[in-house]
């Protein structure tokens, strides 16, 4: 029975009544009884970022498995699990026991890695990874998002941030719906390049500094941002005379287009180039002033 309400619950979840799918999935998680009970939950609470209750069904998945099958696959579920709640230890003990019986595996032998790291080996960690890449040669650009953190320490910040964010593989309006020509990274004066906000406020406020960078090569950049929450964004995004877009209908197509993330590996930046300083700064208003020149004022964003 509870199979048949999940597309309920991601229909939920799809239409942002978060909420309703969390009720919905913890009626549901009284009455579960079988491994897929928990199972079907377990997916849902994932994909509705209730976390807790995504790692209480794979452990109830867990103590319910009884063939050497079910419990080998029931702990990838469970050390996923503890990975997402930040507990890279117990992950760990469930990583070695299906190890122990596969050696090869590759899902659990790059969890092992990430766990360790976690756990501040890097070394260790790192070696595991770069050992993956000669055994599957055709898996290294994968592979590379383990090792973003090692080139970024060693101060390769485009590199790290390419191995972090990897080729962009999404789907979105630029790529999908107006089939635009994602940028190639050569500094074209006098073009005009669209800025995909990628959905994230904090994003926004983070990385709209670099169309200063665009524009002193003589670029034109535009930020795409759309929801339901940004006016007030866009705003003081304006008033630092930065250019938005909020509809698709306005955009030239000829033009090409980036994800906002990538900015600084596009721009091939170092690390002394990320911060020149303020760049948003409060309305001229006397209700503003501060005489204090320690008083600070933060963003606190919170996401998904």
Excluded at 36 to 43: A, F, P, R, S, V
Excluded at 56 to 75: G, H, K, M, V, W
């Amino acid at each position: 029975m509870i199979e048949y309400v999940k597309p309920v619950i991601m229909d939920l979840i799809n239409c942002d009544e978060r909420q309703k799918a969390w009720d919905l999935i913890d009626f549901y998680l009284s009455h579960a009884k079988t491994i897929q009970d928990y199972d079907t939950l377990g997916y849902a609470a994932l994909k509705a970022d209730k976390r807790n209750t995504y790692l209480q069904c794979a452990e109830a998945t867990y103590a319910l498995a009884s063939t050497p099958e079910q419990i080998y696959n029931t702990r990838i579920n469970l050390y996923k699990a503890y990975n997402m709640m930040n507990q890279p230890e117990k992950a760990l003990f469930y990583v070695d026991q299906n190890l122990s019986i596969n050696p090869n595996d590759f899902d659990a032998l790059c969890q092992k890695s990430a766990n360790i790291s976690l756990m501040g080996d890097r070394e260790t960690a790192e070696k595991i990874i770069f050992e993956l890449m000669k055994k599957y040669p055709e898996k290294t650009s994968d592979l590379e998002v383990m090792l973003c953190g090692k080139y970024l320490r060693e101060g390769q910040l485009k590199k790290g941030m390419q191995a972090f964010l990897g080729k962009y593989k999404g789907k979105g309006v630029f790529k999908d719906t107006l089939r635009m020509k994602l940028w190639d990274g050569i500094i074209r004066p006098g073009k005009t390049i669209y800025v995909d906000g990628e959905g994230g406020i904090g994003d926004e406020i983070i990385n709209i500094r670099f169309f200063d960078h665009l524009k002193r090569v003589g670029m034109r950049p535009i930020l795409y941002s759309v929801g339901k929450y940004r006016k007030d964004t866009d705003d003081i995004f304006r008033r630092h005379e930065y250019e938005i877009v909020n509809d698709t209908y306005s955009i030239d197509t000829r033009c090409s287009w980036v994800p906002m993330m990538s900015l600084p590996a596009y721009l091939d930046l170092t690390e002394d180039d990320l911060w020149k300083g303020t760049y948003l700064k409060p309305l001229k208003n006397p209700k503003n002033v501060i005489e204090s020149n320690k008083f600070k004022i933060g963003i606190k964003c919170s996401g998904n």
